[in-house]
T-cell receptor
Framework: GEDVEQSLFLSVREGDSSVINCTYT??????LYWYKQEPGAGLQLLTY?????DMKQDQRLTVLLNKKDKHLSLRIADTQTGDSAIYFC?????????????FGAGTRLAVHP | DAEITQSPRHKITETGRQVTLACHQT?????MFWYRQDLGHGLRLIHY???????NKGEVSDGYSVSRSNTEDLPLTLESAASSQTSVYFC???????????????FGEGSRLTVL
């Protein structure tokens, strides 16, 4: 079945890099997403990667995809206090053009001075 | 600007009462979803709809129902609220994936429901 797993908590020092990891089980996933949730708010799409890509870079964000191991990671360079949030990994299910996303439990990133 | 709004943002109710959470989107999206968010479980899918008059059960649908009478709205009803349904509820919508879009989900701000 479909399942997405990620660690629940990560603490980093301001200015360091953060790496949030995720594993998924559905090898037919077409897109994998990273969403960010700030306190008291809904989720917002941070970045995504198409399943035929190995890496995607977008300013301070780098997404790495290892399809063989079904492992996805999000690296945030020069982490700032504004990056403190919950980060959700999600995979798009194998339902063609529709968007039934399966989410992980979320990783709470705490950035300290 | 197009948006997705939920109401109420906060609600306290008693066990056994019927509760309806509203979701309205102006994206003209065909797909709409309801998730609940609980500590340690992340987001779990309750119900979803791929268009008017279409509804489908998600992984935690027991005790919940939805109806889709138009494109813009997908209200979520708890027929007889239970304490286990205390949670934060998120509505989301998406269009079809195409050359210009991954078809990602757009989320509302959430509705915090407490069942006493």
């Amino acid at each position: 079945g479909e399942d997405v797993e990620q660690s629940l908590f990560l603490s980093v020092r301001e200015g360091d890099s953060s790496v949030i990891n995720c594993t998924y089980t559905d090898s037919s996933s077409t897109y994998l997403y990273w969403y960010k949730q700030e306190p008291g708010a809904g989720l917002q799409l941070l970045t995504y990667i198409f399943s035929n890509m190995d890496m995607k870079q977008d300013q301070r964000l780098t997404v790495l995809l290892n399809k063989k191991d079904k492992h996805l990671s999000l690296r945030i360079a020069d982490t700032q206090t504004g990056d403190s949030a919950i980060y959700f990994c999600a995979e798009k299910g194998p339902s063609g053009g529709y968007n039934k996303l399966i989410f992980g439990a979320g990783t709470r990133l705490a950035v300290h001075p | 600007d197009a948006e997705i709004t939920q109401s109420p943002r906060h609600k306290i109710t008693e066990t056994g009462r019927q509760v309806t959470l509203a979701c309205h989107q102006t994206w003209n999206h065909n797909n709409m979803f309801w998730y609940r968010q609980d500590l340690g479980h992340g987001l779990r899918l309750i119900h979803y709809s791929y268009g008017v008059h279409d509804t489908n059960k998600g992984e935690v649908s027991d005790g919940y129902s939805v109806s889709r009478s138009n494109t813009e709205d997908l209200p979520l009803t708890l027929e007889s609220a239970a304490s286990s349904q205390t949670s934060v509820y998120f509505c989301a919508s998406s269009g079809l994936a195409n050359t210009f879009s991954t078809g990602e989900l757009f989320f509302g701000e959430g509705s915090r429901l407490t069942v006493l």
